[in-house]
Nanobody, 125 residues
Framework: QVQLVESGGGLVQAGGSLRLSCAATGRTFSKYAMGWFRQAPGKEREFVAA????????FYADSVKGRFTINRDNAKDGVSLQMNNLKPEDTAVYYCAAETSQSVILTYAGAYEKWGQGTQVTVSA
């Protein structure tokens, strides 16, 4: 059985950086894309970034463009998310997700079949 395991969350001051990592454990599975979503208290889960697995082409939510970078991590069969110039509004639980059915709407959480348990990111002012 495949599991996605996130790590790297924590507490950081505004303007600081964190790097999240997502590892796929268990059997190898075919991925069309992997992404990161986040959910703040009282809010819906929102798209952060995703990357097409074969091409490595990334895309981002406007709110993080220029600050966050998603990359494939072949050693972990997963992805990383480098977050720079963090803002208090980035505070949320961050989830890694994998999409296997070639959905055309990768900014939609419902397109992803596999999810990690989440890692907390807290940015203080």
């Amino acid at each position: 059985q495949v599991q996605l395991v996130e790590s790297g969350g924590g507490l950081v001051q505004a303007g600081g950086s964190l790097r999240l990592s997502c590892a796929a454990t268990g059997r190898t599975f075919s991925k069309y894309a992997m992404g990161w979503f986040r959910q703040a208290p009282g809010k819906e889960r929102e798209f952060v970034a995703a990357i097409y697995w074969k091409s490595g082409v990334p895309f981002y939510a406007d709110s993080v463009k220029g600050r966050f970078t998603i990359n494939r991590d072949n050693a972990k069969d997963g992805v990383s998310l480098q977050m720079n110039n963090l803002k208090p509004e980035d505070t949320a639980v961050y989830y890694c997700a994998a999409e296997t059915s070639q959905s055309v709407i990768l900014t939609y959480a419902g397109a992803y079949e596999k999810w990690g348990q989440g890692t907390q990111v807290t940015v203080s002012a």
